[in-house]
């Protein structure tokens, strides 16, 4: 798995990689083999926990709940990237960003496309911080996404299981 994407990290134009769902020990594995060839290509590798980021040495933390972030930002400083997840709340980006996120990332939800793509349009004209839409790993939903105005895209780790993912991502970025 880690060869994989260390593949698609050097073959494709990716912005940063996010090691997630895995215990404490799995990641700590995954993070010690991704994160000195992902920062030598560029790329930065972000954590669901500020402590594993404070003791890896990875580039910053994507927290599930943005009540979290000042805390955050005291420990690990104004040079790692923080960024929250705002499922599908307007009122709570908002408050991420202006607490200073650099990110906020939105889920696209299948059954609420119209509400998903509304904000994220709304937010790609209204807003500055970025958005990363997280997304199943299908090009059509990829295009969709992209066209309404999100920053970039964080396909599901579902994709890793797919027969072949790297060619998925391609096609993903093409239909971007």
Not at 105 to 134: C, H, K, N
């Amino acid at each position: 798995m880690v060869a994989l994407v260390l593949r698609a990290a050097a073959e494709l134009d990716v912005a940063c990689l996010r090691i997630a769902g895995l215990d404490e020990a799995r990641v700590r594995i995954a993070a010690r083999e991704i994160l000195q060839p992902a920062q030598d290509a560029g790329i930065a590798v972000l954590l669901d926990s500020v402590e594993l980021v404070k003791s890896l040495g990875a580039d910053g933390v994507h927290l599930a709940d943005p009540m979290d972030y000042a805390a955050a930002r005291r420990v690990l400083g104004d040079r790692a990237s923080i960024g929250v997840a705002c499922p599908l709340e307007r009122h709570m980006a908002m408050e991420a960003a202006e607490a200073g996120a650099d990110y906020v990332q939105f889920d696209y939800d299948l059954a609420r496309a119209g509400e998903s793509l509304d904000l994220i349009a709304w937010w790609s004209e209204m807003m500055t911080v970025p958005s990363v839409v997280a997304l199943p790993p299908e090009p059509v939903t990829a295009g969709t996404v992209m066209a309404a105005g999100a920053d970039f895209m964080a396909p599901d780790a579902d994709l890793w299981s797919r027969p072949d993912p790297i060619r998925l991502l391609r096609e993903m970025l093409a239909a971007a």
